[in-house]
């Protein structure tokens, strides 16, 4: 099982913290609505806790994956809205995902997923510490 299997087994399962252990401790999260990447197990952990709440109908339809590259592309709802995106992980030598970028379309989508992340990290009381704005 290659590391693009364990990351959707975990996402199906809603087992967020077995995706925590795929993590490299440095990891670099790039969100389909913040421009600047957020760094940092804790935060990565903290904004996939509150997506995972956020997505409704959560279906992975393909991957794939070449050598430290995987791919899983994804459909999911925000409210009324449909969306599709894709996980893009790359992984260091040592077989732990280092870089973590979400694409997600159409915008008004994205826009749902902003609005809904956002209520959330408000209602949480803001991000952790170590984010990027």
Request: aromatic letters at 8%; hydrophobic letters at 40%.
């Amino acid at each position: 099982m290659n590391i693009a299997d364990e990351f959707r087994r975990c996402v199906e399962e809603h087992d967020v913290e077995g995706a925590r252990k795929l993590f490299a401790d440095d990891i670099v999260f790039c969100s389909p609505v913040v421009h600047k990447p957020y760094s940092g197990l804790d935060t990565i952990m903290f904004l996939l806790g509150h997506v995972e709440q956020t997505f409704e109908n959560f279906k992975y339809v393909d991957q794939a994956s070449d050598g430290n590259s995987h791919m899983l592309r994804f459909t999911a709802n925000v409210g009324d809205k449909s969306l599709e995106g894709v996980d893009l992980l790359q992984t260091d030598d040592s077989g732990m995902v280092k870089n973590f970028t979400v694409m997600i379309r159409p915008l008004s989508g994205a826009i749902a997923l902003a609005q809904a992340m956002g209520a959330r990290i408000e209602a949480a009381g803001g991000m952790p510490a170590a984010q990027s704005d």
